[in-house]
T-cell receptor, first 110, second 114 residues
């Protein structure tokens, strides 16, 4: 089963709206990452976070590494149709053990 | 630079058979890891190889095995297939091992077990 609690499971939004999703865990992670997967493809890395409290942007995407090291969030501003896909959070421990969230399925209506 | 290549992309097997999947990492990447993706369980880590050695292993039965060759290409094998093994098997490569967590995924091999 999943070791990371990712929410929401799915989102249906209008083009231009902002999106927020998050991931929580009962365990501490050294690295938090966010990936996006489109149909028929493998996940693609969007943002990697290495330090508690770190806030990192990649274009319209912003992600933060929670101060407790047990959570992370991803924001997408001014969504566009090509943002459609499944977004996964991933946490990595010091022993390289990596866990993934169940994913947030994003649908953007033009 | 070519991405991670997985073959075959699709395959159908029957229960009890065995299957071998192949992964060619990005040139220069020495770490290859394998993941199983299913709707119910999501992405689950199978194992990771670095310089031909298995460095990490997930919580899967011994029917799941893998290896890495000197050119960093990797194969995974599943023996005595069960219906529940139907999944998308993803391979990911990384330049420095999974220490940074930055993985480059292939498109996957979709296995259906009948």
């Amino acid at each position: 089963g999943q070791q990371l609690n990712q929410s929401p499971q799915s989102m249906f939004i209008q083009e231009g709206e902002d999106v927020s999703m998050n991931c929580t865990s009962s365990s501490i992670f050294n690295t938090w990452l966010w990936y996006k997967q489109e149909p028929g493809e493998g996940p693609v890395l969007l943002i990697a976070l290495y330090k508690a409290g770190e806030l990192t942007s990649n274009g319209r995407l912003t992600a933060q590494f929670g101060i407790t090291r047990k959570d992370s969030f991803l924001n997408i501003s001014a969504s566009i149709p090509s943002d459609v896909g499944i977004y996964f959070c991933a946490g990595q421990r010091s022993n390289n053990d990596m866990r993934f969230g169940a994913g947030t399925r994003l649908t953007v209506k033009p | 630079k070519a991405g991670v290549t997985q073959t075959p992309r699709y395959l159908i097997k029957t229960r009890g058979q065995q299957v071998t999947l192949s992964c060619s990492p990005i040139s220069g990447h020495r770490s290859v890891s394998w993941y199983q993706q299913t709707p119910g369980q999501g992405l689950q880590f199978l194992f990771e190889y670095f310089s031909e050695t298995q460095r990490n292993k997930g919580n899967f039965p011994g029917r799941f095995s893998g290896r890495q060759f000197s050119n960093s290409r990797s194969e995974m094998n599943v023996s005595t297939l069960e219906l529940g093994d139907s999944a998308l098997y993803l391979c990911a490569s990384s330049p420095r091992g999974t220490n940074t967590g930055e993985l480059f995924f292939g498109e996957g091999s979709r296995l259906t077990v009948l």
